[in-house]
């Protein structure tokens, strides 16, 4: 084959394996994918664990971070590799540049989700615990992931629960006006249709987060996450 034929082969490959890999049409051209010789099936069998996301989601304290934590401690106690990205936390770094306007949150979720994928491709129980309000977003980072390995928990506390909570203090604020576009006071929360592990107050009563840890933990290891 001559150098031409080779080039216009590697590129078709390439182009498949970019949008394989990726969600949206990137806006650069002349880009190409190069692949490593070490691939997910190779670090998988490293860690004796299989790669996936359990992506958290629910109003401003509904207990998420809390869960996210004590999910990643179970974990880790379990000999298992798992990193959380916290909404909060990330907001300090990766995505200071966002605030809270429906466009933000938007880019919010899509760079979340993306990151959240290079974890789990590096075979890792990546544990992403942010409000993500929209559906539609949710499910962009779902079809980010092959069948299965996007795990949805859905914190299905009532307003007046995360509201009693406050533990920030923001719900306050938001109800005297001085925080606009806040979750659930006048900005809205889209709940799942399909998720794979919902959440609820029993007789006005939440379930410890250990509880819900362990139920995520089982699921996982049903599903065989945690063994390679
Ligand atoms: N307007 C408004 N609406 C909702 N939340 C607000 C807002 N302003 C600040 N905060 C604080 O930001 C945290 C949510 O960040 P996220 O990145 O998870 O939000 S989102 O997924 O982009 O909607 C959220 O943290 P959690 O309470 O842990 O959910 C709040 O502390
Ligand atoms: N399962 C639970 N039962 C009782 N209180 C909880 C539970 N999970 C979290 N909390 C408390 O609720 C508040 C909000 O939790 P947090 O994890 O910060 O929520 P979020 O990250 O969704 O805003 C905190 O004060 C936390 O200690």
């Known amino acids: 084959m001559g150098a031409e034929g080779l080039r216009a082969g590697t590129e078709m490959v390439v182009e498949e394996k970019a949008s394989e890999m990726s969600s949206t049409v990137p806006k650069s051209s002349n ?12 670090r998988q069998k490293l860690l004796k664990q299989k790669g996936c996301v359990v992506w958290i989601t629910g109003l401003s304290g509904s207990g998420k971070s809390t869960l996210a934590c004590t999910l990643g401690r179970e974990l880790h106690t379990r000999g298992k590799l798992a990193y959380v990205l916290d909404g909060d936390n990330l907001r300090h770094g990766l995505n200071k540049d966002l605030g809270f306007k429906a466009e933000d949150r938007v ?13 789990a491709d ?9 409000i993500s309000p929209y559906r539609r977003d949710r499910e962009a980072c779902r079809a980010l ?12 506390m009532s307003l007046e629960l995360c509201e009693a909570r406050d533990p ?4 306050k604020l938001a109800r005297a006006g001085k925080i606009k576009g806040f979750t ?27 509880d819900t840890a362990g139920q995520v933990v089982t699921y996982l290891a049903e599903k065989g996450f945690l063994h390679e």
């Open 168 to 171: 920030k203090g923001l719900y």
């Open 122 to 130: 590096a075979g890792l129980v990546c544990i992403a615990s942010l």
């Open 184 to 210: 659930g006071i006048d900005d809205p929360y889209e709940a799942p249709l399909n998720c794979e592990i919902e959440i609820k107050e029993v007789d006005g009563v939440c379930p410890t987060p250990s």
């Open 145 to 156: 992931l092959s069948d299965g390995s996007f795990v949805e928990v859905f914190l299905n």
């Open 31 to 42: 880009i190409f994918w190069h692949d490593c010789a070490v691939g997910k099936a190779d």
């Open 107 to 119: 880019e919010n979720i899509r760079r979340v989700g993306e990151v959240a994928k290079l974890f």
